[in-house]
């Protein structure tokens, strides 16, 4: 990919409208210091002080945050948050990144997801605890479900792209529940002209119509039906073209260090990841590589082109440690001329027989 080709694509990005719907989480870090833990008198258990708190938009609400900070023209968040402590933080989290709630459901009852993250600093370093999550448990009301597809039907043909951020396993119990989830693939074939790109923790398989972005180990459940892991590239290619006939849309299939796989149903190309050093934290990288894929396949990039842009977008992302990381258009830029010929995309040979 050269830079004439790189420079229009993301130079575009302002001009991209995007609808991000799903699970909307509240990261929650509390930073712990070891030196300051004290004994509890009432059970004799270490009792850990918290000494900072930082807060960032998770799950869709990461994949939301990326997007906006590549500068595109609007970013919305369409799903469902409690009426709690924690989703005052969440909306104060979108606002303050600019990202726009009004299709975003407040529902007393239910819980605000979140993901707490106790860090422990010691020594200058910080290494994280046992999580303490909050997740519903209960599946979504046809009501609520009723809502949240209006609001796709509404909200769709004023976009360039919805990205669907299916974070929660449980059936039903998020918002991507199967009424949803049929919704988007009616929407996707009435508006053939915005790009629907799906990722999917649990039901990747279920989506029909649908750009997907899978990891390996999501793309192998989602062809066999049982955990397992890709024993090549060439099985991982296998893998995306089967998920890409099948759905009639491309596939990105993330190998989290070796980059990403484009599958197309005939074809597989592998672009490698652009290579760190240092520490990496992966939190959230995914979400980044998606935001990435989105803004780059609406200014016109073609799906390997946009996979070379989400492996730069995850390259920077995962070097910012104990925070939701996010990159900009001008690092983006500094990174691409640092990778030089390091992301060039090579077809990959399928197996035979």
């Known amino acids: 990919m050269h830079e004439s080709e790189f420079q229009p694509i993301i130079h575009h990005f302002p001009r991209v409208k995007v609808l991000v719907v799903g699970d909307y989480f509240l990261d929650n870090y509390l930073i712990l210091d070891a030196a300051l833990s004290e004994t509890s008198l009432e059970t004799g258990l270490e009792a850990y002080q918290v000494v900072e708190v930082r807060r960032y938009p998770g799950a869709a609400g990461t994949v939301a945050a990326n997007l906006v900070a590549l500068d595109p023209g609007e970013v919305h968040a369409l799903g469902v948050i409690g009426n709690d402590g924690e989703g005052y933080e969440l909306l104060a989290g979108l606002h303050a990144r600019g990202i726009l709630t009004e299709s975003l459901l407040q529902v007393p009852g239910r819980f605000t997801p979140t993901y707490t993250k106790p860090m422990l600093r010691d020594g200058g370093q910080e290494r994280e605890l046992n999580r303490l999550d909050y997740k519903n448990r209960h599946p979504c009301l046809p009501a609520i479900d009723a809502q949240i597809i209006a609001r796709l039907r509404e909200m769709t043909p004023r976009v360039d ?11 039903n119990c998020g918002v991507i529940t199967d009424a949803v989830r049929e919704e988007l693939a009616t929407l996707a074939v009435a508006y053939p ?37 890709p024993a090549s590239l060439a099985e991982s290619a296998a893998l995306g073209n089967a998920l890409a006939r099948r759905n009639a849309r491309p596939v990105f299939l993330t190998m989290s260090e070796d980059g990403i796989l484009v599958a197309d149903g005939a074809t597989a190309t592998h ?20 935001a990435g894929i989105t803004l780059a396949l609406c200014s016109g990039a073609n799906p390997v082109q946009a996979a070379v842009i989400g492996n730069l977008v995850a390259s920077h992302t995962v070097q910012q440690i104990g925070v939701t990381g996010t990159t900009t258009r001008g690092a983006l830029l500094e990174r691409f001329h640092a990778a030089g010929d390091e992301l060039q995309p090579v077809a990959v040979a399928l197996p035979t027989g």
């Open 161 to 171: 792209a919805v990205v669907v951020a299916d974070q929660v396993p449980e059936r």
């Open 193 to 229: 002209h915005i790009f629907f790109l799906a990722d999917s923790r649990v039901q990747i398989s279920e989506y029909r119509n649908v750009v997907l972005k899978p990891n390996r180990e999501e793309a192998y459940r989602a062809w066999h039906q049982v955990a397992g892991h």
């Open 271 to 290: 672009v490698p990841a652009y290579r760190q050093t240092g520490p990496i934290d992966i939190c959230g990288a995914g979400d980044s590589t998606m």
